[in-house]
């Protein structure tokens, strides 16, 4: 038997994910199975979360490491101008199999199995996230210090309940110390699972912004090719767009290279919400 190639297990996992979503009564959904592109599907969903639309720009890899920084930063910036969230969802973080109750970030952007993702959509809250090889979990640190008085506990009680110093207990409840996993755990187990705070799906912008500068297009280029006044536009590489831009009167757009334009275009521009300029390259 011919093992699996790259292309074949992004397949697979696509039509994993595709399943999925397809069982959502509100989804609009285009797959883009070409492996050398920096996403592979774009998907506008209710969540179970807050039951509100969302928009997800997503590429699958069976290792989430894998994952270019260029393929990052071309999500990011389609999310800086559309809002879009950008995920990556994947099966394996180096030689680890990725768990469901954990977010894994990269560059600041949110990686999750494909369990983790169904987790999301039913309205499940991730609690964990690794960043840098280290699980850490945020606390309520308002909700802490209330839980803890109405039972009688003191900071010191607190700590040696969770084996840490009475000043980390301390930190916690001000907000400024995020908790190990160890730790993290003994809290939802005293206090409540709801002690710790659901992570963020947004990316870190910050993580990233080195990155987006170096793509950013000249507002003069723009106006002088595209006759519109850009407030934001970032260069774009393995995407069909080749650049994002949002202008000052906050139009959207996708500038696609006619060579680059196909069947999936037009759905894509219909879920990021943004109008498309074709280039005539």
Known sequence: MEPMTSRDITLTLLSKLEKILTTKTVCDIVK??????????????????????????????????????????????????TSAIPIL?????????????????????????????KRVLEGKQIRFVKDRGIVKAKVKGEELRKRREELGLSLGDVASMLKVSRKTVYEYERGTFEASERTARLLMQYFGEDIIEGVSLEPKIENCKKYLEHRKVSRELIQEKFSVEPKEAYKLERTHGKIALVCNDDEKYLVIPRRRYDENVDKIVNILDVKPLINGE
């Open 89 to 117: 969802i994947g099966v394996k973080e180096g030689e680890e199999k990725m768990r469901e109750d954990i977010a894994y970030r990269k560059m600041g952007v949110i990686a999750i199995s494909i369990s983790a993702f």
């Open 32 to 81: 883009v199975p070409d492996i050398t592109m920096s996403y592979n599907l774009i998907v506008r969903t209710k969540t179970g979360l807050d039951n509100e639309e969302k928009t997800f720009i997503i590429k699958v890899s069976y290792d989430i490491n894998e994952v270019s920084k260029d393929e990052i930063v071309d999500i990011v910036a389609i999310s800086r101008i």
